[in-house]
């Protein structure tokens, strides 16, 4: 009988996915990748950026920058969207139904993502790291009963990944 090696549990597969969705960014303060998925599969994907049609900030610079000094979280500045709002976005534009799926993120969502992932419809969100403080956030998700979970709390899986550049 051949010994079986171990195998990734979904939450692994879906996380390593979602990382290397966030490869695919060209923010330069952050990469952040995410997928979503329902009954061990796949639905939709995404990863910060601008929007459709817009260049990229590797192209023309960080809005978040102005006289070389970065403007704080929630500044409004940014031309991108979030990881999450893009596969939220995606999976509506193609007209795949995410309700009750799990969001993977390699960064817990801001309050503004929070909400767009309850109103999809996700009841779990695992993340990687976590997104400054933004109490609020987690504390909306919990009181509305979406699930969020730490990675590190599910599996003993490092990953040599960081969604902060620089």
Not at 20 to 39: F, H, L, N
Not at 95 to 115: A, E, H, N, Q
Request: hydrophobic letters at 40%; one cysteine or more.
């Amino acid at each position: 009988m051949v010994k079986e090696e171990k195998r990734l549990t979904w939450d692994e597969v879906f996380m390593k996915e979602a990382i290397i969705w966030a490869e695919q960014s060209r923010c330069v303060g952050y990469k952040v990748g995410a997928v979503i998925a329902r009954d061990k599969q796949p639905l939709s994907v995404g990863y910060n950026g601008p929007v459709r049609g817009d260049v990229h900030c590797t192209e023309v610079g960080c809005a978040k920058i102005k006289d070389g000094i970065r403007l704080p979280p929630g500044s409004g500045c940014c031309r991108g969207a979030h990881g999450e709002m893009n596969a939220i976005s995606n999976a509506a534009n193609i007209g795949v139904p995410i309700k009750g799926g799990t969001l993977y993120i390699t960064m817990r969502p801001c309050f503004d993502c929070s909400k767009h992932v309850i109103n999809a419809g996700i009841t779990r969100v695992v993340y990687l790291e976590e997104y400054f403080e933004e109490p609020a956030a987690i504390a909306l998700m919990k009181k509305v009963g979406v699930d969020l979970v730490k990675f590190d709390t599910i599996s003993d899986l490092k990953f040599n990944f960081k969604s902060k550049r620089g």
